[in-house]
């Protein structure tokens, strides 16, 4: 094997650490990618293979190490990334170079381990056949350790809206850590086995993947308590609501009971009335007899769902609002109620919201909800808007506008666990919301 060959390969087992990165960078937004699954994979698996042997050509020719081509080569790899994937600039951000972490990790450590096998042959620009390969395994084992992290916890974190602040500055932690593991790999091995140096090192740098790996369980811990608090506070609010509905049946149970009770002396009063022909007051004193019969007015047979929507209808009133109410349910759902009845309220409120800034008279909001075959529920909310709403590319609308879009998060994921369909629309200056719900097949997510 000539010279120039075996230091083409060398580099180019070097460069090999790109195809687990690019594993990696697309693990977290397996869901968020631009084109399907497949076309995604044949461009990025030819563009590495491409830039891989373009790279091991150019370190071979011109005498380079591995790191002078793939530093700047990088930004361009990250270009092409940007353009594959459709979650946001920081979060693109994060997933690749937390990516590029974890093989600039394999690299450096794959340095200090293997320097004592290397310093027995003639040192050169790119590793040996056996360090590349100790290199790609250890890249693999971090790969399988952080799997987890990066296939259902990342996912979940980058989804949600309410820490979209955050991707401001997250992803400087993997670019700072990247640069340092780049400037930490060994570039003069005699150095490397002076003094105790070769050990400190493995022993510091064996505690960056334990560090990281630490801190994004802590991270998921509390990502994971922000969002059961923020439920148990939707709960709370449905519970209050659930109160106030049942205060009001309470009344309405003693007020009738109350009629009851003077029902024969009511009689006597209305048929002395009519005997005497008295319109005016007969009308009189039925008039608050029927108010207080009819002072809690229902809108489906379900209690739950008949609390919610009296707590948005008097909210409505309150706000000049009109809601028109179609609602189709029985007296048994078919999800569990403390789940339907956020979503429910999340889709109201949210249309609410957007018409306050309206017109009085144009103020209307229609919520259509029924179950149209067996197991499956569904939910139709429309309000008219004005301005300009974008759609992101997940199709939910982006937040910055107040009043359009708060809480569809939510929502999206329970249409998700539910194996659902969920779709937005923004025509006409009308935001409708279509939902439907397989009630018969909710997914138990994975905490």
Known sequence: MSEELRHFLQHLLEFAVL?????????????????????????????????????????????????????????????????????????????????????????????????????????????????????????????????????????????????????????????????????????????????????????????????????????????????????????????????????????????????????????????QLAQEGNVEELREYITPLAESVEAVKRYSKNIAVDAIASYYAEQAEKNQTQIIWKINLPEELPMEEAEYCPLLGNLVENALAAVSSLPPEQRKVKVVTGIPSENFLGITVENPYEGTIQLKSDGLPKTSRKGHGVGLESVANTVERHNGFMEVKTDDHIFVVNILLNCDRAIDKDE
């Open 19 to 271: 195809l687990p990165a690019g594993f990696f960078a697309f693990m977290p937004v397996e869901d968020k990618l631009r084109y399907s699954d497949r076309k995604t994979d044949l461009l990025t698996g030819t563009l590495l293979i491409v830039f891989a042997v373009t790279g091991s050509w150019v370190c071979m020719r011109y005498g380079l190490t591995t790191n002078t081509v793939l530093v700047p080569g990088m930004v361009v790899l990250f270009a092409v990334y940007c353009r594959l994937v459709t979650v946001g600039f920081g979060q693109k951000m994060f997933c690749f170079a937390n990516a590029a972490m974890i093989s600039a990790f394999a690299a450096a450590y794959t340095g200090y381990l293997t320097a004592p096998m290397e310093l027995k042959e003639p040192y050169e620009l790119a590793f040996s056949f056996r360090a590349g390969l100790i290199s790609f395994l250890l890249n693999i084992l971090l790969g399988i350790a952080f799997s987890r992290t990066l296939r259902v916890k990342m996912p979940r974190i980058l989804r949600d809206e309410r820490l979209e602040g955050m991707w401001q500055w997250l992803p400087m932690i993997p670019v700072i850590m990247t640069s340092i593991l780049f400037w930490a790999e060994p570039m003069d091995l005699d150095l490397v086995m002076s003094g105790r140096v070769r050990e400190i090192t493995l022993v510091m740098l064996a505690l960056i993947p334990i560090v990281m790996f630490v801190l994004y369980h802590v991270f998921w811990q509390t990502f994971i308590l922000l969002t059961e608090s923020e439920t148990l506070a939707r709960q709370n609010t449905f519970f209050q609501v659930e109160r106030r509905r049942y205060d009001a049946l309470r009344k309405l149970i003693d007020d009738t009971r109350t009629i009851r009770h003077d029902f024969r002396q009511h009689l006597r009063v209305i048929s």
